[in-house]
Each structure stands twice: as C-alpha cells, then as structure tokens.
C-alpha cells in the first residue's frame, strides 16, 4: 500500500508545474510553542484564515494570493489564550493520497535569533500531518524544498527527499509530528 501510494505520489510530484520553495525555521520541536524568554509553554490552534486578518507588510510571501486559488486551504497558527495574533501561516491542498504544502511562513517576530516563540514551523508541519491523517492519507505530507535545506528537514523531520527538491514526510515520521503536537487533540 505504502509503495502504490508512494509511486502515484512520485507521479503527481512530478507533473505539478507551480514551485514554492518551503525554507521555514524548525528550530525545536516542542510539545506547542514556547516563550523564548519566560519559557512558558502556550497551546495552539489552527482556524481558517480571511484576507482581513493578513497585513502584507507583515509577511514575505503573498497569502493574498494563497487565498484567491480555491484550491487551497489557508489556515492561521494562533495560541488558545491569543486568537487575534498570528504566529504562523500555511497553506496546503489536499490531492490524490497526500497533503501537498504550498507555502508555510512563521510571523516575522518568530524567525530569526530574536524570535518570541520556538516550535512554530514544527507545528504548522505536524498540522498538515494530522490533516492528512484525518483525510484518511496515512499523514503522507509533501513540499518543495530549497535545495540548500533538504538535508536539514531530513534531521529536523524525517522528511524524504524523492524527485529534484521535492520532499516528503511519510509514516512514523508523520506520525511523530502529530503525536508531539496533537497528543491530546
């Protein structure tokens, strides 16, 4: 079963013609995100995000865009106790057997050596695991990766290299990520 959906995953990976380079931070995989300073540790949640809620200025990547094609599911990162700030944004597709990222980007106070929170890439990564998992694909999650950080999403997340810099996190990987993030959810 794992080898057929692999192949169709391979075929489909293949003929996909749009190419967004993932390069999020996976600077820790926590339990949910943590306070760089205090150290506390807040729950998250993943809602559905509107155009009004995303300010340009406050983002590399155009999300505006993200939400215009239908196609994509669009979901805002916020902690349970702070609805209203975003801590991260991911947009992904469901296809034939997998969840494919389009694009994944932590809030800009979240990058870099002055972040406020660590574990922001690893839980939108373990989102999109679990979605897959609750679409019935086994959690199969895939991306394209700039090729400068593929050895180190193999590290950070089990992720699989397969065609050109396409990626993929299959499995007990998969499955890591979700148990680490959504254990009780």
Known sequence: MVQKITLKLLNLLGNMAKKQYIDVEI???TNSIVNTISG??????????????????????????ELKDKNNQVYKMTTVENKTVIQGLVSFRKDEGFVFINLIESANFNRGKEKLYEGVGGNMFAYACKTSKDAGFGGFVSFISKTSLMEYYNKSLGAIRTIGQRMVIVDNDAEQLIERYFKNK
């Open 40 to 65: 506390e540790v807040f729950e998250t949640e993943f809602c559905r995000v509107s155009s009004k809620e995303i300010k340009k200025k406050d983002w590399v990547f155009d999300w505006h865009k």
């Open 27 to 29: 600077d820790k995989l």
